[in-house]
């Protein structure tokens, strides 16, 4: 069974940083791409980031330049690096992983953005 298992959310004042991690266990396909989703309450979940097996990336304009995707393939772990957290970026961040037929999601985590 594949588990993907979000960590690193929390409570923070603005302009302070977090980092997100997506850790994905169990027999899994090769993985074409992750990703970081977030969902803030009465909104759509929306894409944040996303990052290919090759390291190509694509963010969401408002958060360009204060947050970067990485990711390990050998150990399908990815990354979400938070600078200059704003309050607008409260939300439940998800985690996805891609492959050739399924897509998987974490739990999410919780990261709350203090003015």
């Known amino acids: 069974q594949v588990q993907l298992v979000e960590s690193g959310g929390g409570l923070v004042q603005a302009g302070e940083s977090l980092r997100l991690s997506c850790a994905v266990s169990g027999r899994i396909d090769r993985i074409s791409a992750m990703g970081w989703y977030r969902q803030a309450p009465g909104k759509q979940r929306e894409l944040v980031a996303t990052?290919?097996?090759?390291?190509?990336?694509n963010y969401l304009n408002s958060v360009k330049g204060r947050f970067t995707i990485s990711r390990d393939n050998a150990k399908n772990t990815a990354f979400l690096q938070m600078n200059s957290l704003k309050p607008e970026d409260t939300a439940v961040y998800y985690c996805?992983?891609?492959?050739?037929?399924?897509?998987?999601w974490g739990q999410g985590t919780q990261v709350t953005v203090s003015s």
């Open positions: 996805n992983a891609v492959t050739g037929w399924n897509t998987y």
């Open positions: 990052i290919t097996t090759g390291g190509s990336t």
